[in-house]
């Protein structure tokens, strides 16, 4: 369970580095607007995450001033996680917590009830710790909310690209609205703002790893494209040499000619560079390439007077 044990990561970092009562509230708050039933009549947060259970239990009572007001139950799934489920059963205490919060069933994040912008980080932190995820980014770079309404995805898409540049995407699975974000850099920069900066450098560390990764891939793709072109280019060089020598023969080539020709024919791994090299005095690349394709013109004019097809330069 890779994808989740990095979502448990920063999970308890964020909650690790929550270190005031205002941080707290602002925390608890993401995470009532997101729990799974949200009303007087019932408060329902579902999740798999200890140390979530601890905190929201801890500050619940917190705020309540009551030991014991939260229900817990636990449990155990087919795949071995254990699923944790928090009520409050008290309604009264229901209805002080949505009034402590200002927050109702529309779960909208109005201006007038939202904390102060210092805290908005804590809020979003609280909606991750509620409905988050993010995949491990050795496998691929995801992170993703499951909300609750469309209103509050809205609501939530616009605090994010109003105070913190970064643009989510949304979409629909199974009549669940769902705001993710895809692109690295976001991902990093999110983290960081939900208070995860290890797992936001762990990030970064992946990122580059597979940047260069890739670089060297590209270097060695293009290394051996290239290899291959110089050994198919050396094979009709070779050709047209076998052609001029079984016709007119290599002493009827230039003598600049037939030295090219004749270390061609024994060095077929050269590389235009290598020839020009090897010739004595040496040539530039750009000399032992007109010189073969002198070469290659003699035997396109043998083929032709003698009825030979032509050789495919692409082949």
């Known amino acids: 369970m890779e994808e989740l044990s990095f979502s448990y990561k920063v999970k308890s970092e964020i909650i690790d580095r929550i270190n005031s009562r205002q941080k707290a509230d602002a925390c608890i708050m993401g995470m009532l607007c997101c729990c799974n039933n949200l009303s007087d009549e019932e408060i329902l947060f579902l999740t798999e995450n200890k140390t979530t259970v601890d905190f929201f239990v801890h500050n619940i009572e917190r ?42 069933e529309s779960r909208r994040l109005t201006e007038d009830y939202l904390p102060k912008p210092k805290f908005y980080s804590q809020l979003i932190a609280g909606i991750f710790l509620a409905c988050g995820s993010v995949n491990n980014p050795e496998k691929k770079y995801h992170m993703e909310f499951v909300m609750p309404t469309l ?38 920069d999110m983290l960081t703002l939900m208070g995860a900066p290890m797992a936001s450098m762990e990030l970064m560390n992946v990122k580059m790893m597979k940047d260069m990764r890739n670089k060297i891939n590209r270097a060695v793709n293009c290394d051996n494209a290239n290899i291959e072109k110089s050994l198919k280019a050396s094979e009709r060089q070779i050709a047209d040499i076998e052609l001029i020598d079984s016709t007119m023969g290599l002493n009827a080539l230039p003598d600049n000619l037939k030295e090219i020709a004749q270390l061609r024919y024994d060095n077929p791994d050269y ?22 394709q002198k070469i290659a013109d003699i035997a396109a004019s043998i083929r032709k007077e003698k009825g030979i097809p032509q050789q495919d330069p692409e082949k």
């Open 271 to 292: 590389n235009l560079k290598d020839l020009g090299a090897a010739l004595d005095p040496p040539i530039s690349r750009s000399g032992a390439n007109h010189r073969l």
């Open 63 to 104: 705020i309540l001033e009551c030991e014991g007001c939260v229900s817990v139950c636990e449990a155990d799934r087919k795949n071995g996680v254990t699923l944790y489920s928090l009520e409050i059963p008290d309604k009264q205490q229901r209805i002080y917590l949505l009034d402590y919060f200002g927050i109702d």
């Open 151 to 188: 209103d509050l995805c809205n609501d939530f898409g616009l605090l994010l690209i109003d105070n913190y540049g970064i643009i989510p995407k949304h979409m629909e699975r199974k009549n669940v609205q769902i705001v993710y974000i895809k692109e690295s850099e976001n991902i990093i």
